[in-house]
């Protein structure tokens, strides 16, 4: 199965790999105003049962697959390139699956609040704090307003706008009973079936991983001790940020991802 895509820029590759419930188009806002006078190839890809990608069968509605789905989407657009890849939550996951399978051709990765541990149960979460908040007017999108407080730390006009832009669209356009289904069981199909080995390895290549620390829905100690065992490793934990990081912390991620352009050799 191929994935939809949307293919900007020319130069070294960049895959784009967004989370659970949202779609490409998230990455895209969040990434290509720092990409724009960049030489790179950008690969946003919308995972099966979101965005424009129609799910896979029931029966292969799981991580392993998924990432196969993803294989399959960037040989047919990229060839045997090299690349690089940008994931957040889920999509940091398969991010790490794909650099874990095909070490030779995934030369860097950024992540932003990935997942490590595909059955919640097993998280080591954070509890949630709402750092700043302001008076928000909440005339539009009020069924979404609840999901935003859950996981935004910093709570203000501007983040609720952010919200509504880049997330509530990819939400809308999001199979349900695909996610559904890709959850059962506890999560036994969520999680990749080489997910130990995975969190045991030492990659050889240049890792950034971003983390909020008040992350409800993947906890920060996980990534502090994945980090640890790294050996080219950045590792930003923000203070003030939680699961939703690109829009709590915007600058400061943008900041992190104008740094990490610069390593390309």
Not at 11 to 20: M, R
Not at 28 to 35: I, N, S, T, V, Y
Not at 111 to 137: F, N, S, W, Y
Not at 148 to 169: L, M, R, S
Request: proline fraction near 6%; charge should be negative; glycine fraction near 8%.
């Amino acid at each position: 199965m191929q994935l939809h895509y949307v293919l900007r820029g020319h130069g070294s590759p960049i895959v784009f790999l967004h989370g659970a419930a949202i779609d490409h188009d998230a990455m895209m806002q969040w990434f290509e105003p720092l990409l724009d006078d960049q030489p790179h190839t950008r690969l946003y890809l919308d995972l099966p049962g979101m965005g424009a990608t129609p799910a896979l069968p029931p029966d292969q509605t799981d991580s392993n697959h998924i990432l196969a789905a993803i294989q399959e989407t960037i040989h047919a657009v990229l060839g045997t390139q090299p690349y690089t890849v940008v994931g957040y939550s889920y999509g940091g996951y398969l991010a790490l699956g794909l650099a874990f399978q095909q070490p030779e051709r995934v030369a860097r990765l950024f992540l932003v609040c990935p997942t490590l541990t595909g059955i919640k149960g097993e998280r080591h979460v954070a509890k949630h704090r709402v750092i700043t908040t302001t008076p928000i007017d909440v005339t539009a999108n009020a069924d979404y307003f609840a999901n935003y407080q859950k996981v935004t730390v910093v709570q203000t006009p501007q983040t609720w706008q952010a919200f509504q832009t880049q997330v509530i669209p990819g939400i809308r356009r999001t199979d349900l009973d695909a996610l559904h289904q890709l959850h059962r069981d506890h999560g036994q199909h969520y999680r990749l079936t080489f997910e130990s080995d995975l969190k045991a390895t030492r990659f050889t290549q240049p890792i950034t991983l971003l983390s909020g620390r008040y992350d409800v829905t993947i906890g920060y100690t996980d990534h502090l001790a994945f980090m640890a065992q790294q050996v080219n490793g950045t590792l930003g934990l923000f203070a003030d940020a939680g699961h939703n990081l690109p829009i709590d912390q915007y600058a400061m991620m943008a900041a992190y991802f104008r740094h990490f352009l610069t390593t390309f050799a």
